[in-house]
């Protein structure tokens, strides 16, 4: 696992991704947090434990400093998945494998590489269609790879049917104007 | 960058139209235009022909690359080269489709003209969206394309640097992997 998950410290996307628990062996006793483990009665956490720990905190559980937990690789990265992506990266449901999939493997570059065609020739092609079926099996990094796409071609499109001269109200005026005749209607 | 914004850099190009007034040089910051003769041929930026024939006070020369013969040739040839070929004017897209907007009374074959243009976009498309296939494929680290022109990258830049960011990422991980195990 790394610990190089440079993203913004406000981004929603890399708080929502460092969210998903890890399968983690406990291998020092960590005192009064028995209760983490529901299935013991005892009061202190024993070594050789097993608990589900969201990411952030095993990294920082998991450090050279201090060993207090192992991590363990999640299935969706263990070696019988990675045969299963290099067989055909395309078909595989990323959203199921988990939504943040990309931010986690260090071993899917390739993957990656394979599914990236296959999204932007979707997403470009795609113009006034329900989206929802083309998105559904990829993870929330290719959503967003999905979108960059989509504003390409819209963009293009809206250009080339002359749409884009046309002069429109800008949406903060529209909502401003909402706004105020909301706040007449309250008075 | 807007589509609008590649609209108004092409509408920089000249074009010739032939005016039914006289007028002096008009002197302008982007250069003089003029002077005017009824009449007589002169080149003007593509803005100004499109103002004068919206107020029906010229009319619109061609350029001689909107031609039927001249855009079948163009299109065989970008169908048989595996690269991009060079187009006959870095905004072909652009000046086409405000050519055929405002000024089809003065261009022969205008809907002929459209689908050609539209056949010779749709083939570079393809062609740079496997281009890109190719190199986001290949590790390597820079590409080089010929006559790319300015709309065209402008469709797949969002998606391209999107892309590349995240191999970027993917990548570092790996290598800032491989350096804590050394450390």
């Not at chain 2, 004017?89 to 809907?111: G, N, R, V």
């Not at chain 2, 797949?156 to 450390?183: V, W, Y």
Request: proline fraction near 5%; hydrophobic fraction near 35%; aromatic fraction near 8%.
């Amino acid at each position: 696992m790394t610990s190089e998950n440079v993203d913004d410290y406000f981004s929603i996307s890399d708080i929502l991704t460092t969210q998903e628990r890890l399968p983690c062996k406990v291998e020092l006793p960590i005192y009064r947090l028995g209760y983490l483990d529901t299935s013991s009665t005892s009061d202190d956490l024993q070594p050789g434990t097993k608990l589900d720990l969201s990411f952030w905190m095993a990294r920082a559980l998991c450090s050279r400093k201090r060993h207090i937990v192992s991590v363990e690789m999640p299935r969706p990265y263990r070696e019988g998945y990675r045969e299963i992506l290099t067989a055909d990266a395309n078909v595989v449901d990323l959203h199921k494998l988990g939504p943040y999939y990309y931010s986690y493997g260090v071993t899917v570059t390739e993957c990656f590489q394979t599914r990236i065609r296959k999204i932007m020739d979707s997403s470009q092609n795609a113009y006034n269609e329900d989206t929802t079926k083309l998105t559904e099996k990829l993870d929330e990094t290719e959503k967003c790879l999905f979108k960059a796409g989509q504003i390409g071609l819209n963009d293009f499109q809206r250009w080339e049917t002359r749409q884009t001269e046309k002069l429109t109200t800008s949406e903060m005026v529209r909502s401003h104007r909402k706004r105020k005749r909301a706040l007449m209607d309250d008075s | 960058m807007d589509p609008a914004e590649v609209e108004f850099l092409a509408e920089k190009e000249e074009i010739s139209v032939v005016p039914n007034f006289t007028q002096d040089k008009i002197y302008l910051i982007g250069g003089d235009v003029g002077p005017f003769n009824a009449g007589l041929p002169v080149k003007v930026p593509l803005w100004m022909a499109i103002n004068l024939k919206q107020g029906q006070k010229c009319r619109i020369i061609p350029p001689d690359w909107m031609d039927t013969e001249r855009l079948q040739d163009k299109k065989q040839e970008e169908t048989d080269s595996k690269f991009f070929t060079e187009m006959p004017s870095p905004h072909f897209m652009e000046i086409t489709q405000l050519l055929l907007k405002c000024a089809t009374d003065d261009i022969p074959h205008a809907d002929e003209i459209r689908t050609l243009v539209k056949d010779i976009w749709d083939l570079r498309i393809a062609k740079l969206r496997s281009s890109i296939d190719t190199f986001l494929k290949s590790d390597a680290t820079h590409a080089k394309l010929n006559y790319l022109t300015l709309m065209e990258l402008n469709t797949a830049r969002p998606f391209l640097t999107k892309a590349l960011d995240q191999m970027h990422l993917l990548r570092s991980n790996l290598s800032g992997r491989i350096q804590s195990t050394q450390e």
